[in-house]
């Protein structure tokens, strides 16, 4: 998109560093957190949802899908391990077709796909992604995904093959989303998600340090090198904002001067900066903290202030 707007720019896309760790040979790479639910052993795939998930993140699109498997009668059921914005969990249905976790902590996540069972995990986002760590998570535990055909999550899954997208018109319907769910967890399909499943696994995760290195690199080298020249002199740029040499005595003169005129002669011509000052001077004469000062400083020092800063 930076590149349609602002063409003839190269553009260096650095993914977001993660602490995660690789899955083990078993796929469990930490503990379960406390008093997860259980799910009936009965061979039921299941697909599971990751992270906080509201209306943008596809909480209703989900409640809908969670339906019409119950409607069609359809051999899958569905765990958001996170919460939404109706539910924050832990929450369970009866007929256990729909599990929420509730919050977890990254670290736990491995162990709760493995003992949720969780074949496959989905995102049903209602619009474009940016980067996504919980995709990165989805991988890291060894898992396949299954995302919008737009956005970020698109574009990581084009780049790694690590599961699919959804066509355009699958996307635009909660029916065709969910059939093309069913049809990747079916048992004829093993094969084709064991595969996906081994290619999640070998994405390369980047380290935060390795982050970090890139985005300082790419800062230093767009910083604006300034030209050497001759500088300034102080004076010039003194003079430069408007500053007018003064003193409590010159100030003091001024007024011993004044009183003795006629008022005829014309008032000097006042810089901006005295003009700015003469502002602020008026907004702090109405204040408690002006008030204050009239009445606790010299009298001497107010008449200059008000010759000054009338």
Same mark, same amino acid.
């Given at each position: 998109m930076i590149e349609r707007y602002f063409p003839g720019r190269p553009v260096e896309v650095i993914a977001h560093g993660t602490a995660l760790a690789a899955p083990t040979s078993s796929g469990v790479a930490s503990k379960p957190s406390p008093h997860p639910f259980d799910l009936p052993d009965d061979g039921l795939p =299941? $697909? !599971? $949802?990751?992270? !906080?998930?509201?209306?943008d993140k596809g909480s209703r699109r989900l409640e809908r899908m969670v339906e019409r498997v119950r409607r069609d009668g359809l051999r899958l059921r569905f765990v958001l391990i996170g919460y939404h914005d109706a539910e924050n969990g832990p929450w369970q249905s009866s007929d256990a077709t729909f599990t929420i976790h509730g919050r977890y902590e990254p670290s736990e996540l491995p162990g709760l796909l493995a003992h949720y069972r969780v074949k496959l995990v989905a995102f049903p986002s209602t619009g474009p992604e940016s980067f996504s760590l919980t995709l990165s998570e989805a991988w890291a535990a060894g898992l396949p995904a299954i995302v919008p055909p737009i956005g970020a999550l698109a574009e990581r899954m084009r780049a790694q093959g690590a599961g699919w997208s959804w066509t355009e018109a699958e996307w635009r319907s909660d029916d065709a989303m969910l059939a093309r769910i069913a049809e990747l967890v079916d048992p004829v399909a093993s094969d084709a998600l064991a595969a996906?499943? +081994?290619r999640a696994r070998d994405v390369v995760q980047q380290p935060i340090a390795e982050m970090t290195? +890139? =985005?300082l690199a790419r800062y230093d080298a767009c910083a604006i090198t300034i030209p050497e020249g001759p500088a300034f002199a102080p004076e010039r740029v003194r003079d430069a904002l408007g500053y007018v040499r003064w003193s409590l005595s010159d100030g003091c003169q001024s007024v011993r001067e004044g009183s003795a005129s006629s008022g005829s002669e014309a008032a000097p011509a006042q810089s901006p900066l005295h003009s700015g000052l003469r502002r602020a001077a008026r907004g702090l004469r109405r204040s408690f903290a002006g008030r204050a000062f009239a009445r606790l400083a010299p009298a001497r020092i107010r008449n200059v202030l008000k010759r000054r800063l009338p």
């Amino acid at each position: 998109m930076i590149e349609r707007y602002f063409p003839g720019r190269p553009v260096e896309v650095i993914a977001h560093g993660t602490a995660l760790a690789a899955p083990t040979s078993s796929g469990v790479a930490s503990k379960p957190s406390p008093h997860p639910f259980d799910l009936p052993d009965d061979g039921l795939p =299941t $697909v !599971a $949802v990751l992270g !906080a998930i509201g209306p943008d993140k596809g909480s209703r699109r989900l409640e809908r899908m969670v339906e019409r498997v119950r409607r069609d009668g359809l051999r899958l059921r569905f765990v958001l391990i996170g919460y939404h914005d109706a539910e924050n969990g832990p929450w369970q249905s009866s007929d256990a077709t729909f599990t929420i976790h509730g919050r977890y902590e990254p670290s736990e996540l491995p162990g709760l796909l493995a003992h949720y069972r969780v074949k496959l995990v989905a995102f049903p986002s209602t619009g474009p992604e940016s980067f996504s760590l919980t995709l990165s998570e989805a991988w890291a535990a060894g898992l396949p995904a299954i995302v919008p055909p737009i956005g970020a999550l698109a574009e990581r899954m084009r780049a790694q093959g690590a599961g699919w997208s959804w066509t355009e018109a699958e996307w635009r319907s909660d029916d065709a989303m969910l059939a093309r769910i069913a049809e990747l967890v079916d048992p004829v399909a093993s094969d084709a998600l064991a595969a996906a499943g +081994r290619r999640a696994r070998d994405v390369v995760q980047q380290p935060i340090a390795e982050m970090t290195r +890139r =985005t300082l690199a790419r800062y230093d080298a767009c910083a604006i090198t300034i030209p050497e020249g001759p500088a300034f002199a102080p004076e010039r740029v003194r003079d430069a904002l408007g500053y007018v040499r003064w003193s409590l005595s010159d100030g003091c003169q001024s007024v011993r001067e004044g009183s003795a005129s006629s008022g005829s002669e014309a008032a000097p011509a006042q810089s901006p900066l005295h003009s700015g000052l003469r502002r602020a001077a008026r907004g702090l004469r109405r204040s408690f903290a002006g008030r204050a000062f009239a009445r606790l400083a010299p009298a001497r020092i107010r008449n200059v202030l008000k010759r000054r800063l009338p």
